[in-house]
Nanobody, 128 residues
Framework: QLQLVESGGGLVQFGGSLRLSCAAS????????IGWFRQAPGKEREGVSC????????NYADSAKGRLTISRDDAENTVYLQMNSLKPEDTAIYYC?????????????????????WGQGTQVTVSS
């Protein structure tokens, strides 16, 4: 059973940076597409970024483009989310998620229902 654990969250000032990690255990990430999601207080969980099983296709929400970068290191069984130029509106709990992706599916999705496995989340707070 694949398990995901996020880390790297914390308190950062406006314009600062953080790198979130999503470490997998119980299974290799080989063959899985991975997504990062976030949920701000009083809002629904939304997709931020994803990377396909091969690591050669990524997708970003409009709010993330140009500031967030997703990457995966299958040797380390870890996926990262580099977040730069952070804003107060980025404050949220950040979750990583995984879904086993068939060979014929080159893409990755940003919908909650696209994923089967979820981590417990890590809090990111951006002060103004």
């Amino acid at each position: 059973q694949l398990q995901l654990v996020e880390s790297g969250g914390g308190l950062v000032q406006f314009g600062g940076s953080l790198r979130l990690s999503c470490a997998a255990s119980g299974s290799t990430l080989d063959g899985y597409a991975i997504g990062w999601f976030r949920q701000a207080p009083g809002k629904e969980r939304e997709g931020v970024s994803c990377v396909n099983r091969r690591g050669d296709i990524t997708n970003y929400a409009d709010s993330a483009k140009g500031r967030l970068t997703i990457s995966r290191d299958d040797a380390e069984n870890t996926v990262y989310l580099q977040m730069n130029s952070l804003k107060p509106e980025d404050t949220a709990i950040y979750y990583c998620a995984a879904v086993f992706s068939p060979l014929f599916q080159p893409m990755c999705g940003l919908r909650n229902r696209d994923y089967d496995y979820w981590g417990q989340g890590t809090q990111v707070t951006v002060s103004s």
